[in-house]
């Protein structure tokens, strides 16, 4: 079974960047799809980017031209580039893999963005 762990978040003023990590535990070339969703306290989860195998990308409205998703395969490690932070940009940050049908998840790192 495939493990993520994340690392990365922290606290960070308002136009500044961080840059999140995700490991997978293990070489798999089950691992299709993988990509970011955050939970801001109160709010349901919502997709931020998505990177497939083949490389294609997807962002969220929110984040398009300011986060950016970056897929070293090589590594087993997707990151999560975040620039021109904002105070709406916090949440908890979760990292996911889509491994033979079956979705995991890393075990969330949170953002905090002061204004």
């Known amino acids: 079974q495939v493990q993520l762990v994340e690392s990365g978040g922290g606290l960070v003023q308002a136009g500044g960047s961080l840059r999140l990590s995700c490991e997978a535990s293990?070489?798999?070339?089950?691992?299709?799809?993988m990509g970011w969703y955050r939970q801001a306290p109160g709010n349901q989860r919502e997709l931020v980017t998505t990177?497939?195998?083949?490389?294609?990308?997807t962002h969220s409205d929110s984040v398009k031209g300011r986060f950016t998703i970056l897929r070293d395969s090589a590594k087993n490690t997707i990151y999560l580039q975040m620039n021109r932070l904002k105070p709406e940009d916090t949440a908890v940050y979760y990292c996911?893999?889509?491994?033979?049908?079956?979705?995991?998840w890393g075990q969330g790192t949170q953002v905090t963005v002061s204004s």
């Open positions: 293990r070489s798999s070339f089950s691992i299709n799809g």
């Open positions: 990177i497939t195998s083949g490389g294609t990308l």
């Open positions: 996911y893999a889509d491994v033979r049908g079956v979705r995991v």
